[in-house]
């Protein structure tokens, strides 16, 4: 405990940091609640936890807007709880997990330049530190942005699917074949980027089996 005051002397967390950390136990107090709703765009979406609660709105902006680490460990180990029972739920119903794709909704290289991160790919690499089982099921590559779009949030709720039409594509539609593939988001509002991704993946020749939308929080 005094090594641990002592070091936090020497090497100060910054300000940001300090206020998730501080927010945290009301995080970890949570427990996700999946719940499955259709959205405006007309798909189905799961969500793990209420966009509305100060904590989760927090974390998720520290983390998107300010790259903080204790953020993605926290939203990482709410998706773990989440994954976790998921996979066992697919092994009793006879499903190889090892056929199951985990996707994070990419960004464009635009964002990716301005942002410098794709803050999904970082809670799925802080994922695989808590259980290493995920890798083999976490693909960062086959779903590409390949159209710069206006962020979602400034737009009205019926422009937000048209302003995604066509935005993203597969690098490698075949990998696809016989899975059963999972698709990451951070919020969930409208649904309107999960239900293009959710059009495209269907519309591969080599489509999955099963698509299944998740995200962090619901708004």
Do not use: C
Not at 55 to 64: A, C, D, F, T, W
Not at 94 to 113: A, F, Q, Y
């Amino acid at each position: 405990m005094l090594l641990a005051k002592f070091l936090d002397i020497l090497f100060p967390k910054s300000k940001r940091e300090e206020d998730v950390h501080n927010i945290a136990t009301g995080v970890h107090a949570l427990t996700i609640t999946p719940q499955l709703t259709e959205t405006p765009a007309g798909v189905h979406v799961t969500t793990l936890t209420k966009y509305e609660s100060k904590y989760v709105r927090e974390v998720i902006h520290s983390l998107k807007f300010h790259n903080s680490r204790e953020s993605a460990k926290i939203l990482a180990h709410l998706l773990n709880d989440y994954l976790t029972e998921y996979f066992a739920e697919k092994s009793i119903f006879g499903i190889d997990t090892n056929n199951i794709l985990i996707l994070p909704v990419p960004i464009s290289k635009e964002r990716r330049r301005a942002r410098g991160f794709n803050q999904i790919e970082r809670i799925l690499r802080v994922l695989v530190k808590i259980n290493n089982e995920y890798k083999k099921n976490i693909n960062t590559t086959l779903l590409v942005r390949h159209r710069h779009t206006t962020p979602q949030v400034s737009l009205h709720k019926h422009e937000r699917l048209g302003n995604l039409k066509n935005a993203f594509s597969l690098t490698q539609p075949k990998l696809l074949h016989g899975k059963l593939v999972i698709i990451v988001d951070d919020v969930a509002t409208t649904g309107a980027t999960l239900a293009e991704i959710s059009r495209t993946l269907h519309s591969a020749k080599s489509a999955p089996t099963e698509i299944e939308l998740l995200a962090l929080a619901g708004a």
